[in-house]
């Protein structure tokens, strides 16, 4: 009965494996806080993700539909031009063949 512990060691072990629980117990509380501030932020960057995935999408929509639109002035230049050519072209001719015919 050598190895018997006095009262006086039992309880100064006591109080220190106390001690630790706590400090453990504080340490576990911290983590858990973290993780769940961790899945916050999961979710989020997953709502944010899908908002980019969103926003790039009506981007390219608005990309073609900014093409279109680019494209109408230089069709209507195209139109006028032709208009113009074909104006002076059928005035030419008119004339050509006036001066034709006041020839005869």
Same mark, same amino acid.
């Given at each position: 009965?050598? !190895?018997?512990?006095?009262? =006086?060691?039992?309880?100064?072990?006591?109080?220190?494996?106390?001690?630790?629980?706590?400090?453990?117990?504080?340490?576990?509380?911290?983590?858990?806080?973290?993780? =769940?501030?961790? !899945?916050?932020?999961?979710? #989020?960057?997953?709502?944010?993700?899908?908002?980019?995935?969103?926003?790039?999408?009506?981007?390219?929509?608005?990309?073609?539909?900014?093409?279109?639109?680019?494209?109408?002035? &230089?069709?209507?230049?195209? =139109?006028?031009?032709?208009?113009?050519?074909?104006?002076?072209?059928?005035?030419?001719?008119? &004339? &050509?063949?006036?001066?034709?015919? #006041?020839?005869?």
């Amino acid at each position: 009965m050598d !190895n018997m512990v006095t009262r =006086q060691e039992h309880e100064e072990f006591a109080r220190r494996i106390d001690a630790e629980n706590e400090r453990q117990n504080r340490r576990i509380a911290l983590l858990e806080e973290n993780g =769940q501030h961790i !899945n916050a932020m999961t979710v #989020s960057i997953e709502k944010m993700a899908v908002n980019m995935e969103n926003m790039i999408a009506e981007q390219k929509k608005q990309g073609e539909r900014l093409e279109e639109l680019e494209k109408v002035p &230089a069709e209507t230049n195209r =139109q006028v031009k032709a208009a113009i050519i074909t104006a002076l072209t059928g005035g030419v001719i008119g &004339a &050509a063949v006036t001066a034709i015919l #006041s020839i005869i």
